[in-house]
Structure formats: structure tokens, C-alpha cells
Nanobody
């Protein structure tokens, strides 16, 4: 059974940092990229960051560029999201996902078909 498990969420004050992890189990996702999305209450799920298997392609949403860093450890089948200078508007449930298509790295939720259960990030002002 394929499983993506996010961890590392929590409560932090504005300006603080959190590091999220997304570990895959049950199968490997060799050659597949990985992405982070987030969903705030009452809002649509939105793209945050994505990284290709090789790490040669990395994309960020404009809202997090310069503050968040995505990275991966293929040996551990794990992707990370380092979040610095957090703002209250970063509050959301954060999900990691694997794209449907090999080598693809889109920014739309429908382009992904393997999702974790999500981890809550709350930033207080």
C-alpha cells in the first residue's frame, strides 16, 4: 500500500520557522518529483513548492519564494519543506503529493494522485 506521511507541523509565532517532512512508504517513487500544497479553511488547495527527482527543477509559489526551501533525500524517499519567516497567512494544512505523470511537476492539484494526510501549520500573529 502506498503511503505518504507528513510530519513537522505545529504552532509557531509569526517570524518563526518550521520544517516539514514527507516520507513515502509501501513503494518507491523513483524518478517522480514531489510537491507541497496547502489548504486554508474555506480556501482551495494551492501550490507551495515542487522538486524533481534529480533536484534539478525546483518551483515555488510567489507567496513563499525566498522564505521556503524544498529539498529531497532520495535514499530516504523523503522530501522536506523548510519554512522560515512564517506569516499568519501561511496557516493551513500542508500536504505532500506525487504527480500522476513521470517527470511532470505541475502546480495544479489535479496533476497529482498520491497525497498524504496533511499536517497542520498554525502561525500566530
Amino acid at each position: 500500500q502506498v503511503q505518504l506521511v507528513e510530519s513537522g507541523g505545529g504552532l509557531v509565532q509569526a517570524g518563526g520557522s518550521l520544517s516539514l517532512s514527507c516520507a513515502a512508504s509501501g513503494r518507491t517513487f523513483s524518478w517522480y518529483g514531489r510537491a507541497w500544497f496547502r489548504q486554508a479553511p474555506g480556501k482551495e488547495r494551492e501550490f507551495v513548492a515542487a522538486i524533481s527527482w534529480s533536484g534539478g527543477r525546483i518551483y515555488y509559489a510567489d507567496s513563499v519564494k525566498g522564505r521556503f526551501t524544498i529539498s529531497g533525500d532520495n535514499a530516504k524517499n523523503t522530501v522536506y519543506l523548510q519554512m522560515n519567516s512564517l506569516k499568519p497567512e501561511d496557516t493551513a494544512v500542508y500536504y505532500c503529493a506525487v504527480p500522476k505523470q513521470l517527470y511532470e511537476l505541475g502546480k495544479k492539484p489535479w496533476e497529482y494522485d498520491n497525497w498524504g494526510q496533511g499536517t497542520q501549520v498554525t502561525v500566530s500573529s
